[in-house]
């Protein structure tokens, strides 16, 4: 794969891209960069095709990139494009004013821009929950034999669960409880819990074992609540009403889009291109998602991302997903920052 190759399978990715129709050589030939002649070309692509970066649709049409040769054109031959000046302008006008925005909003704000920008369904995952600590554990009587539980998360969520006990639980053996947990808990990730801690807080509570152990139990069902991504799609109808996505798929990936959080956990490691119908799971055909991390305070905090079908211009999708990430992760954790500030001048 020397340059002049890697130079006319990007020619012909950015050609089929703009038009959605196979690309022959003597097009390829006549672009301004292209210095070879239209035999070499051809050349050069039925090589590529050898290679399975190219694809012939028809044996008398020209070719069409395959999920290979996107990969390998967005991994080493795509230049971004860089947002000028204007267009930060407007995408920072179609977030809103950012003194009245909530960090729920500011993401909700960006899904609904991105999906208007691109044409394309957007997804957003909210992992704060799963990379959050424990604040704070309560347990509230409310009936005979009957308490609450209260979970208090670091990124300020909160899960109840009732619990009925056997016995009516003593203001001591609820003291004990409740000093017992904190000390062994706070500060634990949400993350980190298993059915083996709690195994192992369950017998470190010696006498109070029997009494108690519902108590861990529904402490550790609430957790299990929290490990998930929360995962909000929006603007469906693009892709049912993009011509090149089989219906059907789109109807199944819709039935089935808490799948994506194993996907959007990959994200996590910056941006990530992902093609449907590549072994993965992933659901649509002919179909590519593209997603992003966002942080909160240096911690993963969620992804962002967009859906659509696998012609998409990258060069021009990309710089929007990671300005849009990089915005949420400044103005969620500035928020922060914000009400910790303002907490500790009331203090």
């Given amino acids: 794969m020397d340059d002049r190759k890697l130079k006319i399978l990007a020619a012909v990715v950015d050609e089929y891209i703009m038009t959605g129709e196979p690309v022959g050589s003597k097009t390829i030939a006549g672009l301004p960069d292209i210095k070879v002649s239209a035999a070499t070309v051809r050349n050069d692509m039925a090589l590529l095709e050898q290679l399975g970066y190219l694809e012939q649709p028809h044996t008398s049409a020209g070719r069409v990139p395959t999920i290979s040769g996107y990969r390998l054109y967005i991994d080493r031959i795509m230049k971004t494009q860089t947002l000028s000046e204007e267009e930060t302008a407007r995408l920072d006008a179609m977030l809103g004013s950012e003194e009245n925005l909530t960090e729920e909003l500011i993401i ?57 006990l056997e016995f009516d639980l003593t203001h001591e053996q609820l003291e004990f409880f409740t000093d017992f947990i904190q000390e062994h808990l706070q500060g634990i990730s949400v993350d980190q819990l298993s059915d083996e801690m709690m195994e192992q807080l369950s017998q470190a509570m010696g006498a109070y074992m029997m009494t108690l152990s519902p108590l861990v139990q529904g402490i550790y069902e609430l957790s299990q609540g929290l490990r998930h991504n929360e995962v909000t799609v929006s603007g469906e109808s693009h892709l049912l009403s993009c011509s090149e996505i089989d219906k059907m798929d789109v109807v199944k990936f819709m039935d089935r889009k808490n799948e994506l959080e194993s996907f959007l956990d990959d994200s996590f490691n910056g941006i990530q291109v992902m093609f449907g119908g590549d072994g993965n799971g992933f659901v649509i055909g002919n179909s590519s998602m593209i997603v992003s991390n966002y942080q909160k305070g240096n911690k993963p905090a969620g992804s ?28 969620i954790s500035d928020e922060e920052w914000d009400v910790d500030g303002k907490d500790d001048d009331d203090e």
């Fill in 108 to 164: 909700q704000s960006a899904t609904t821009a991105l999906a208007e920008l691109t044409n394309c369904t957007a997804v957003v995952a909210n992992a704060a929950p799963k990379f959050s600590v424990i604040s704070k554990v309560e347990v509230i009587p409310t009936g005979k034999r009957l308490y609450v539980i209260l979970l208090i998360t670091s990124n300020g969520s909160i899960k109840n669960k009732a619990c009925r």
């Fill in 304 to 331: 962002l991302g967009i859906i659509g079908p696998m012609r998409l211009n990258y060069a021009k999708i990309i710089p929007y997903i990671e300005y849009f990430t990089n915005k949420i992760s400044r103005l």
